[in-house]
């Protein structure tokens, strides 16, 4: 959580160098958002899972870059069926 924590601050910094109007601190309740996505995709598997497994079996293949690129682009022009909630 620390880790995350630092991230956004350096997010916030570094957006705010950008754009002035920025915030400057992440929204009130981000830390309850996150715990409760973290809780739903604990128990609710999502294509992007399936997808990360596929990439990390292609590193034992002879050119792995080359076929997870193709595997990224043509991801990109597939339509993944929605659950309903």
Known sequence: ???LERGLSHWF???????ADAPTEPPA????VLA?????????????DEFNEFLLQLQ?????????LVAALLSVQVRDGTRSL
Not at 60 to 68: D, G, K, L
Request: with cysteine.
């Open 29 to 32: 309740g981000w830390e309850d």
């Open 36 to 48: 409760a996505v973290a809780h739903y995709r604990e128990y609710t598997p999502a294509s992007v």
């Open 60 to 68: 034992s293949n002879p050119e792995p870059h080359f076929e997870c």
């Open 1 to 3: 959580m620390e880790r």
């Open 13 to 19: 910094k570094k957006r705010r160098a950008v754009d």
